[in-house]
């Protein structure tokens, strides 16, 4: 069954899209949603599209209907969580921790499919398409360091195609366009990732359009996370686990010449901030279930993993560099309640990932590479049944 996508820009609570595949969407306005070129119907211009752009504030209410498109195996649409301004203020005058969050959706239809190019990935979606009347659960996911919404679309649209209503954010300050959060330290990157997705839960819970579709039980609606990188971070920092940051200046101190890249990345090794005498939570009691794809693990305590009550299941990359496995991975799966490691054979970092359509760089080189003989669309094919019946296990 087809998806849903909604794609635009939020600024004056407006949403549109420029269509066209060689028509690129104006970057300056984009506060949220898709940049680059969109292929919707295939003709070019500026086309308006339904879809719900959701105010997280105080009361997590809906703000406003917005516009967008609708896609194939599910709904790809965006979601905004807002959080309220002084009167007079605009969104430009929030700090990057409360900075709407934009993302996007997905969820099925039976609209027929076609392939939209967004960028340098492509979503197989359905325009026009009336989304389901009910889902499964609500799955969030959760992008690496200085990652998009769309880097887990095959993921995203496997789950949608399976019953899952899947939305995946953009972290405010700390995805490709924005690094805002990240250059302020690890210390408020670690902390605020979590906080963002749980807003963006509570935006979806609370928007008219979308909480009735989401199945329920005695325990309220099912949630399940699904992140990569520092993604599959702040999916275990929803479950329970607890960062400790003196463990990450300890780790860089003694062992960066074996994990070079996560202890060069920002300010991970260096001085930081020291840890509050009591960290504040961030786990979300509404997360039931979570898949954490090679997990940045050091900052994580070993007594706060073995605390974890939420189902977990974490892949490492065998050839990981960004993230050693025996640092991140490893040591997240060894101290968990219920160990559920998978690892990948002959794949580095970025094996769980879309592949880009042009070569993107990274710390670990181009993240469209893949290593001699690994086949990253047939294992991001199983990777998606896999992880749906994973959550339908533990979910249903």
Request: glycine share 10%.
């Amino acid at each position: 069954m087809p998806v849903v996508l909604v794609t635009g820009e939020v600024s004056n609570w407006t949403a549109t899209a420029t269509t066209g595949t060689s028509t690129p969407m104006d970057s300056s306005r984009m506060r949220f949603g898709w940049t680059t070129s969109a292929a919707v119907g295939g003709s070019a211009g500026r086309t308006r599209i339904p879809f719900p752009v959701v105010a997280g504030g105080a009361d997590g209410a809906l703000d406003r209907a917005g516009e967008g498109v609708v896609g194939d195996t599910g709904a790809v649409c965006s979601v905004r969580s807002l959080r309220s301004l002084p009167a007079g203020a605009s969104p430009e005058d929030e700090q990057p921790a409360a900075r709407p969050k934009t993302g996007s959706a997905a969820v099925r239809t039976t609209a027929a499919p076609r392939v939209i190019a967004m960028g340098p990935f492509s979503l197989d979606v359905a325009v026009g398409g009336k989304p389901v009347d009910s889902v499964k659960a609500l799955i969030l996911i959760s992008h690496g360091i200085g990652g998009s919404e769309l880097g887990h679309s095959f993921l995203a649209q496997a789950l949608a195609r399976n019953g899952y209503l899947v939305a995946a954010l953009r972290h405010p300050g700390d995805n490709w366009q924005d690094r805002s959060l990240v250059e302020r330290g690890p210390e408020r990157d670690f902390d605020e990732r979590p906080r963002q997705a749980s807003r963006v839960i509570d935006a979806i819970l609370a928007d008219p359009a979308w909480k009735d579709r989401i199945a329920s039980d005695g325990r309220g609606p099912r949630v399940g996370a699904l992140g990569h990188s520092a993604g599959g971070y702040t999916v275990l920092a929803l479950a329970g686990a607890k960062p400790d940051l003196s463990r990450m200046r300890k780790h860089c101190q003694v062992e960066a010449s074996e994990d070079p890249i996560f202890c060069g990345m920002g300010r991970a090794g260096v001085a930081m901030l020291p840890s509050p005498a009591a960290t504040p939570s961030l786990k979300d009691e509404r997360v039931r279930a979570v898949v954490a794809m090679a997990p940045a693990g050091v900052p994580l305590t070993a007594e706060s993993l073995a605390t974890v009550r939420p189902a977990t299941m974490i892949y490492e990359a065998e050839l990981d560099r960004f993230l050693v496995p025996r640092f991140h991975a490893e040591w997240v799966a060894s101290n968990l309640p219920a160990p559920n490691l998978h690892r990948v054979p002959n794949a580095w970092h970025f094996a769980f990932m879309d592949s880009p359509s042009m070569p993107i760089p990274s710390p670990d080189g181009d993240v469209a590479a893949n290593p001699p003989g690994f086949d990253r669309a047939a294992f991001l094919k199983q990777l998606g049944e896999d992880i749906t019946t994973f959550f339908d296990k533990t979910l249903l």
